[in-house]
């Protein structure tokens, strides 16, 4: 069976919980549960499992007991496993599973599948593809789970990690960008020359069911890396060694309401998380560190300490690279997006940025939703221009006003007050009025707006309120 195929049969057994009221995100938790015993099972690692707590102890439960049971198997997984790993997989588990006969069902269905292909082609491209599916059928909330691959690939390729190299995400989700640069480097290097001198993946994760499916994912791509719970934007992440490359999407938004303390290394205060996520990711490189960090276009344009951020980038890293995104790929937010591309000069470096070249794939482009994805080819005049430089020191051609990609002097970049939000292509009357036609594109996308909203009025609430307290 194909691994499209498992996929697509595994996914098939949500419609057994639709009746519990079961959403999908949390249907592909307990998926992790049940999928790492079958794994365990069918790769003979049961060894990581205590005796008691496996698949066939499972399935051998009578009908009237399989529910319970199961319940004392996942407090077991998460209390007595010897592996940190597996306990943190099952670290406070809470099923979903209300009725001894839905269990069941999903149990025979997992059990049921031929997984001899699978296992050939690799079971993480199975659960990456269970990934896309819960993004999929979920899109309004996918953002915060999962990146669209295509632009993940792109991303990777044009950073080139390599052998030996520490790779982090701080806010790393379901791990997407650490597996897909892991692809990359295998298929540059053989096995044996991999072995000897693997790439040591990091990860932060703050959601506690996401940090779930991240150590599944990473565990059955066979990764080897240090995955922390907890917020990037405290202390919580200091035991990481300085990485060599960031590649992140931090999460969009404000942060508001919080009791942690956060880092009191980042040198400018604001509610805005990219904008402290993008501090956060600078000083935490090392000199000649690279970066690419998925940001909405407020960022490139905010007054003030937006403004400030954006300077001191610009002086501590060379920001060679701007990519406008297309719209509709993150409807879950509600904005348009960019990536930038920096390279670390030095914590006392001024001047770093002597020119900064935009790449715009956004105007004149389809609206991508359901009903046009986006896909590898869509990147492929952008990698093309970027060059086989990964730090963006290849030889480029300015393709003027009618072309996507453009260079712009650090000096023309402070005549508009160090607005990075840069364009020059118009669009088509046509298609500047064209929006989602799907409707679950357009549902998405109102829900995004409104929560793009709430956020900036959260934002102004909490500076309002500082402000009067100040005076107190």
Not at 77 to 88: C, I, K, P
Not at 101 to 128: C, F, M, P, Q, T
Request: net charge negative.
């Amino acid at each position: 069976m194909s691994i499209a195929a498992v996929s697509k049969r595994i996914w098939s057994l949500c419609h057994v919980l639709r009746d519990d009221g079961i959403v999908y995100h949390k249907y592909l938790s307990e998926l992790t549960y049940l999928l790492f015993l079958k794994v365990a099972f069918e790769t003979g690692r049961e060894d990581l499992l205590p005796e008691g707590c496996r698949w066939k102890d499972l399935t051998l439960q009578p009908a009237s007991n399989v529910l319970s049971y199961y319940r004392k198997m996942l407090t077991s997984l998460g209390e007595d496993a010897n592996e940190e790993m597996v306990r943190e997989i099952f670290r406070f588990p809470t099923t979903v599973f209300n009725h001894e006969e839905n269990l069941r069902k999903v149990v025979e269905g997992i059990d049921a599948i031929d997984w001899h292909e699978a296992l050939s082609d690799g079971l993480g491209a199975v659960y990456e593809s269970l990934l896309q599916r819960n993004a999929a059928e979920a899109r309004s909330g996918a953002g915060q789970y999962f990146t669209p691959r295509p632009l993940v690939d792109a991303m990777v390729q044009v950073l080139q990690p390599d052998l030996g190299e520490t790779i982090q995400d701080p806010a790393a989700g379901t791990a997407g960008f650490l597996i897909s640069a892991q692809s990359y480097i295998i298929e540059k290097h053989d096995d044996a020359v991999y072995a000897r001198n693997p790439p040591h993946f990091q990860a932060v994760e703050i959601e506690g069911d996401t940090y779930r499916l991240c150590l599944m994912n990473m565990f059955l791509h066979g990764m080897d890396g240090k995955v922390i719970h907890g917020d990037a934007l405290t202390h919580d992440a200091e035991e990481f060694a300085s990485p060599d490359v960031i590649i992140a999407n931090p999460p969009f938004g404000t942060s508001v309401g919080g009791a942690r303390a956060r880092r009191d290394d980042l040198p400018f205060r604001t509610s805005n998380k990219q904008l402290l996520f993008l501090q956060r990711i600078v000083q935490s490189l090392p000199v000649n560190g690279r970066a690419a960090v998925v940001l909405p276009d407020n960022v490139l344009f905010e007054e003030n300490v937006g403004r400030e951020i954006r300077s001191w980038l610009m002086d501590q890293c060379n920001l060679h690279t701007i990519l406008r995104l297309p719209v509709g790929i993150f409807y879950a937010q509600g904005v348009k997006t960019n990536v930038i591309f920096f390279t670390k000069i030095g914590d006392e470096a001024t001047n770093s940025t002597k020119e900064v070249w935009f790449y715009d794939m956004r105007a004149k482009m389809p609206s991508f939703g359901k009903t046009r994805p986006l896909t590898g080819k869509d990147f492929d005049s952008f990698i093309k221009a970027f060059g086989d430089d990964a730090f963006g020191n290849s030889r480029r051609k300015d393709e003027g006003a009618e072309g996507r990609f453009r260079k712009f002097t650090r000096q023309e970049i402070a005549k508009g007050n160090d607005n990075l939000d840069i364009s020059w292509l118009r669009q088509d009357n046509e298609k500047a009025n064209e929006g989602p036609t799907d409707l679950d594109d357009i549902a998405a996308a109102i829900l995004g707006h409104l929560r793009s909203a709430l956020d900036e009025i959260e934002s102004v609430t909490e500076e309002l309120a500082e402000t009067e307290a100040s005076k107190v």
